[in-house]
């Protein structure tokens, strides 16, 4: 584990892009904290659709909330969900309390068929926190048009907020600023700002999944362009904690919004399987990544030299020349937003039908009183 440990001393935050009940109730999240440096975790749709339909150790919770007089498919998939957050945020929060409340999160993601619609996704939110009940839980909340200013409503409510399905530099500038307006509302009500902690999720490999597609075989830019676009982020970044507004909120207690990288599992099996992770490297940058990424990293990644100001430029030459050969990132980006929301809801529904097919088995297998 020691290269998973540099680059946690190299200030990159490890993420688990999965959570699942076998791996808390087998102790092996416990392990990978203790060991493998991971000090938070992510979970969506398709994590608990694999976890939850892929596994029998849900099936007595599930048998005791129909007993209950539990029906909706919805309400058994929180109760069941929400257990699994709940004990990963606590097995999490020694490290939350060592950092004073800057790491050792979970994520829990509003639904997404509310992904367009702001004011259910602010209830939804409100509700899951509550439910939640962890201090270090996170709720998550696609950027989308819609979600943007659930962002600014719920950062001024005093939820903490991952913002999740981020794709383009524009929409993340305005979710930058979603999070400092809704941290001055919250100055201007005469209300604490400093025990707020989010996070910005910029979806990576997906990016480069699309652009390879549109780009003639052999071209260079092939594999660039998400390590590109993301750079050009952490510029958005560097210089939002670097101007005088932020440096108000700052002056309160305000914690940045940090960058994190999603999606850093290598689609193409001709990249190396750890390019999201060696390419990405910054201080205070967190990287989500699923098991077979993060065993990759530990076996054979590297720890280079972090994002610096030629990096950021070289990234800015790749876009322009991306943009010259005719393939719109902001086309691209766009796209991918909306795919990503719909791949969720698909998952999501999914989900809800195999709780419906495995509520109905265990109704049918239930003794006769």
Same mark, same amino acid.
């Given at each position: ?6 680059l ?120 899951l ?82 652009? %390879? ?15 590109a ?59 989500t990544?699923?098991?077979e ?5 530990? %076996? ?23 943009d ?5 990132? %902001?086309?691209?980006?766009a ?31 239930q003794?006769?009183?």
């Open positions: 584990m020691e290269r998973l440990r540099a946690h001393e190299a200030g990159v935050s490890i993420w688990l892009d999965t959570l699942s009940r076998e791996l808390l109730d087998t102790g092996e999240f416990e392990r990978l904290v203790a060991e493998a440096s991971v000090t938070g975790a992510t979970s969506n749709p398709t994590i608990f659709a694999k976890a939850i339909t892929g596994s029998a150790r849900y099936d007595a919770q599930l048998r005791e909330l129909l007993d209950a007089g539990v029906r909706d498919n919805r309400d058994l998939f929180f109760a069941l969900a929400l257990d699994d957050v709940r004990h990963a945020a606590d097995i999490l929060r020694p490290e939350y309390d060592a950092t004073a409340g800057t790491d050792g999160f979970i994520s829990f993601e509003c639904t997404p068929d509310l992904a367009d619609d702001t004011d259910a996704t602010i209830d939804q939110a409100h509700q926190w509550q439910r939640i009940d962890r201090p270090n839980a996170m709720i998550k909340v696609p950027a989308t048009a819609a979600g943007v200013p659930a962002i600014e409503t719920l950062t001024a409510d005093g939820l903490n907020v991952n913002v999740t399905l981020l794709f383009s530099v524009d929409r993340y500038g305005e979710v930058l600023d979603a999070y400092q307006r809704g941290l001055e509302q919250r100055v201007h009500r005469g209300q604490s700002v400093d025990e707020i902690s989010s996070v910005a999720s910029f979806f990576v490999s997906r990016v480069d999944s699309k652009v %390879d597609a549109r780009l003639p075989e052999g071209s260079p830019l092939r594999g660039e362009v998400a390590v676009n993301a750079a050009v982020a952490f510029e958005h970044y560097r210089r939002s904690v670097a101007a005088t507004r932020w440096f108000e909120l700052a002056a309160r207690g305000a914690r940045p919004q940090r960058p994190l990288w999603a999606s850093t599992g290598t689609k193409n099996h001709a990249y190396s399987d750890v390019l999201y992770v060696e390419r990405l490297l910054a201080p205070g940058v967190v990287n990544m699923p098991r990424t993060l065993d990759a990293f530990a %076996d054979h990644g590297s720890v280079r030299p972090p994002l610096d100001q030629r990096t950021i430029e070289t990234a800015r030459r790749t876009i322009d020349e991306l010259r050969m005719g393939v719109g990132l %902001d086309s691209v980006t796209e991918l937003e909306r795919e990503g929301v719909e791949s969720f809801c698909g998952s999501y529904d999914e989900l809800l039908a195999c709780i419906d097919e495995r509520s109905s088995a265990l109704v049918v297998d003794p006769a009183n």
